[in-house]
């Protein structure tokens, strides 16, 4: 056998279980209590075991349970299972094709081995504000689908993210998936971000996505940031541009709106006021390129 | 209904094994401590630096994020399987090792093992009779750390090996005809 030596390990001691279904990934919740952690992806959970900043006292691998790892995409959005890999979902047209937004902020997720591994319903139930897909949730208006022993609900967004790390899943529970609403029609969408190494954990990154009238006017125009508040928040940026054609739109106008909005925080890769600066920059940026779209789209129609 | 310590079974390098290992274990630990496959190495355990990649099931996956365990009824090929044997006793390199030897794309060696796992699968999944992009080569090369070379000629070396799997593929139409 191995581990007859005492090889230094960095987790903590816990106990492991891989359930076969949804009903027994619950029951073990319950019968371990709050010590339990649900395992899908692992790409944060386990580098927070390995620093024991977070010492479960039980691990349920959630990777053998049957029916999570579907995307379907629909006129309505896309719904992504909580074992979907974010290399799925970059690789996936028919998602990109409902919601752009999708592809476009999974491409930003951490490194290619990385995507391999964690999940896009991972990163969010992780609900770390500099995620991508905590963002890009947010943006589309989208929900999750939470199992718990009384049964199945779903939390919009505005109600799952209570703060950094925290959602308002408290007890046994799992997250199966999530739901992220189509684009709408004359719409364009964009996403980028600082980062100080590309897949590295964004200083600042931004979503928007920008919808026209018939006139090509800007109807609407609402963004999302990466790493610039405690949870992810969608700033309506419209009151800059609304009615201006797209094409002389005031983009950095919005820019500046949006520095206004924001209160992020510094910390030792950028002082607040740096971030402020990004958010006007990226916003700016973005939405000249979700404009610019949006009227591709109308004119392809 | 819980374990603090499993059998699984598990393909390293094409070789089946069984083992038991504790839950605890990283697949970085039971590749080193346990099989004694110190090709992996292991630099900054939370995921950064990649030296310790290495490909389940052909995807470069980080051996520090992700549970020996977990590992159970997969297939794990490590640095040490990226060789093919020449049918004569001998190994033959993949043409990534090959060309990190040629352009001296390593000096210390410490992070050499992630590159040449993570650039590996990223070539052999690639159509061969396309030429590289940089962009390609910098999606392939950028998930790692080297404080050594400046990259500079990590990224001749997969260009060069694109280039070599190129010349390869050509070859093999050919003596199709």
Not at chain 1, 270 to 296: F, N
Not at chain 2, 160 to 170: E, F, L, N, P, S
Request: aromatic share 4%.
């Amino acid at each position: 056998m191995l581990g007859g030596d005492p090889h230094p390990v960095k987790p903590a001691p816990f106990s492991y279980a891989d359930p076969g279904s949804v009903e027994e990934a619950l029951d073990v919740l319950t019968a371990e209590g709050e010590g339990a952690k649900v395992l899908a992806g692992g790409q944060s959970l386990i580098p927070l075991l390995s620093m024991r900043l977070a010492a479960p006292t039980t691990l349920v691998d959630i990777n053998r349970v049957p029916g999570l790892d579907g995307i379907t995409a629909g006129p309505d959005g896309v719904r992504v299972g909580a074992l979907v890999r974010h290399a799925r979902l970059l690789a996936s047209a028919e998602a990109a094709g409902v919601q752009p937004l999708l592809r476009r902020a999974t491409a930003n997720v951490a490194h290619p081995a990385i995507r391999n591994r964690g999940t896009t319903v991972g990163s969010i139930a992780h609900a770390d504000p500099s995620g991508e897909m905590t963002a890009v949730l947010a943006l589309t208006g989208g929900s999750v689908t939470v199992a718990t022993p009384g049964g199945r609900e779903t939390v919009g967004w505005g109600d799952f993210f209570l703060g950094p790390l925290e959602t308002s899943v408290h007890g046994p529970a799992v997250v199966l998936d999530a739901f992220f609403p189509a684009l709408p029609e004359r719409s364009g969408t964009a996403f980028a971000e600082i980062a100080r190494r590309k897949g590295d954990y964004a200083v600042c990154g931004a979503g928007v996505v920008v919808t026209l009238d018939a006139d090509r006017r800007v109807e609407s125009a609402r963004a999302a940031y990466l790493s610039v508040g405690l949870v992810p928040e969608v700033h309506d940026l419209t009151d800059a541009v609304g009615g201006q054609p797209v094409d002389t739109a005031d983009w950095a106008g919005a820019g500046e709106l949006a520095r206004g909005l924001v209160d992020p925080d510094g910390d030792l890769h950028a002082s607040a006021d740096y971030r402020r600066l990004l958010v006007a920059t990226l916003t700016a940026r973005t939405l000249a390129d979700a404009g610019a779209e949006a009227l591709a789209r109308m004119e392809a129609a | 209904m819980t374990d603090t310590e499993r059998a699984i079974s598990v393909v390293v390098n094409g070789v089946p094994r069984e083992a038991t290992v504790p839950v605890r274990w990283l697949l970085s630990d039971a590749l080193r401590h346990g099989l004694g496959l110190t090709g992996t190495h292991v630099g900054c355990e939370h995921g950064v630096c990649g030296s310790c990649t290495v490909l389940v099931d052909g995807q470069p996956t980080r051996s520090c994020l992700v549970l020996a365990v977990q590992m159970d009824g997969h297939e794990i090929t490590t640095v040490e399987g990226l060789s093919r044997s020449d049918n004569r006793g001998g190994q033959v390199l993949h043409p990534i090792q090959e060309a990190f030897r040629e352009c001296h794309a390593l000096q210390c060696g410490f992070c050499t093992p992630g590159f040449l796992t993570t650039i590996a699968a990223g070539l052999d999944a690639r159509d061969p009779s396309v030429e590289i992009t940089d962009e390609e080569v910098d999606e392939l090369v950028g998930g790692n750390l080297c404080r050594c070379t400046g990259y500079a000629n990590i990224k001749k070396a997969c260009r060069h090996a694109a280039a070599r799997m190129r010349d390869a593929a050509a070859t093999d139409v050919e003596a199709a005809r």
